[in-house]
């Protein structure tokens, strides 16, 4: 819909306002906002009456029947502060008519973002400038139906085929206008092919307003919420419309996976369909909670996540390597069950092991694309989004979503909400090890169940990616990195030369020690010539310690130039600070670090 002449000079006022204003750091986000005072919402309010006022003569109603009402309000950038505001006719909120205005610390509004479906306004004619007046409001606004009624008819609607189910709240019904739209081309659109239609070739056009009820009903079958809202007609109880509420509610779903057999899901249904989006685990995002999209073969120049997976049933994949075929059956699903298990699996390790929500620590959601490109053998993090994507793999890989590398890619978000890691040289060596401990720890995590509060010492296999491999051969090695022929098992002074991903080698093997202990036999992998001291074969101290002490040294101490020597002072000091300074956990790192050339070995017994 076009805006009222009103709102389109707010629009005008608030770009010459934003024109003027000093530009705001866009990483500085205000602080909690209090309510507005009495004072602060009259003014606000006032101030859009006012704009409202000056083009009423371009209306055929009158200014008066129309007004706003404050609902709710919350920060923007620093000094500036957000209001929804919803419109109302003559009292009664029109729905799905709102503004978004910013304001200053003085009041003054900076921006706005209208939405008006109100009687009156203007919605755009096949190829007119000016477009046409939209339908009129009803003449009558006196209901016939009382709220009691058009709940009793909400009710009705839900429970037919469900006589158990229950109140959770009770329900609420609000009196209001209710736009009845449909969409319509414009003029330029009119003969396109249905297949061929942008998103800007339709509009939607509002027939005519109801008097009606919003009927909010939340109820539970079976211990399964039940949420739907519902619009009655006010005067005749027809039910207008009606959609299910908890569109992201919490559904078991069954994955056939290719790597790790027959998995749960933490899927959501939306009317008939379930989808691969999870809200509880994560927030916000560009899909409202952590998601598994179909990428259909976007370009990894440029590759477009697509649409969350989404299918009748809540049985997915075939457990296949992807055949080339049709990226949303049974076998093209497979990919999205791989990543979707990881996933979980990633964002439940670090928040139940470590109490770190997502990739930010804040909970904000993320989502994974699978099938990008054709033939892709490689899979990626992109920090922009937040966001992974994974290819079907070709010559030397198998789909790239196996446990360990899910865990290895989402947390280079952990590692950028964090160290911030410069990724060459030492610090990039390090800022991979990370990524490769990650990955070990949520397998770990993952096989054992996907549950409690500790990292278990099996499941993983201190291999990176073999799984994903054609022949069988793992990425990376952690109990002694110069297995793969590049990487390398201590540090010289060569190290900040190689590639990160094969600088990573001495840290990974520090970790692998650190949690599983070294062994004295010069045959076996385990065996560091470095560990020189009583008794030869490093004690470990078990994964979910040595995974606490990392990630207390990753997050409070890195910086982004953090090297080997200062690596191992700062895990040092979050080893003492965990578990004591003479503490086993302690002297362990001080072992472990020892066994990759980084500091002197000392004696255990002490």
Known sequence: MNLHTSLLLLSTLATAASASAQPLS??????????????????????????????????TLTAPQYSFRLAAHHPGAEGQKISRVQHTYQGLRVFGSEAVVVTDRAGAIVSASVSDRRPGAQSPAAGGAEGTAAAPAP???????????????AIRSVREGMPKIEHRWQPVAELLLYPVVATARTAAAATKPEAELNALDVHEVVQRYALAYYVKTRMVKDQQPVYHDTIVDARTGE??????????????GTGNSQYNGVVALSTS?????????????GKGGRFGGMAITNADHSSMVNPDPGDVYAHTSNTWGDGQQYNGGSTSDANGQTAAVNAFWGLMNTYDTNRNVLGWQSLDGNNTATHIAVHIDREYDNAFYDDRCKCMFIGDGGTYFYILGSIDVIGHEMSHGVTAATADLVYSGESGGLNESHLDIGGEMVEAYARAGGTGAAIPDKGNDWMVGQEISR????????????????????????????????????NNRMFYFLAQGSNADPASDAHSKYLVKSPQAMTGIGSDKAY??????????????????????????????????????????????????????IDEAR
Do not use: C
Not at 239 to 252: D, K, Y
Not at 478 to 497: F, H, N, Y
């Open 26 to 59: 866009p990483t500085m986000m205000g602080g909690p906002v209090a309510p507005p005072s009495a004072q602060e919402s009259a003014s606000l309010l006032a101030r859009l009456a006012t704009l409202d006022q000056a083009s009423a003569t371009t209306r």
């Open 139 to 153: 003449a009558d606004l006196k209901p016939t139906l009382s709220p009691q009624q058009a709940i009793t008819v």
């Open 239 to 252: 039910i207008i419309a009606q959609w299910q509420a908890l569109q992201t509610a919490t559904e078991t």
């Open 269 to 281: 249904q939306n009317d008939k369909r379930f989808r691969m989006l999870d809200a509880t685990r």
């Open 471 to 506: 022949d069988k051969k793992p990425l990376r090695y952690m109990i002694k990195p110069s297995l793969d022929g590049k990487s390398v098992d201590a540090w010289s002074t060569s190290l900040r030369q190689l590639d990160v991903h094969y600088s990573s080698g001495p």
């Open 548 to 601: 606490r002490i990392w990630f207390r040294a990753l997050s409070t101490k890195f910086t982004s130039s953090t090297n080997y020597a200062v690596a191992r002072a700062r895990v040092l000091e979050a080893a003492q600070e965990l578990y004591g300074a003479g503490s086993k956990e302690a002297l362990a790192v001080q072992r472990a670090y020892a066994a990759i050339n980084v500091g002197a070995d």
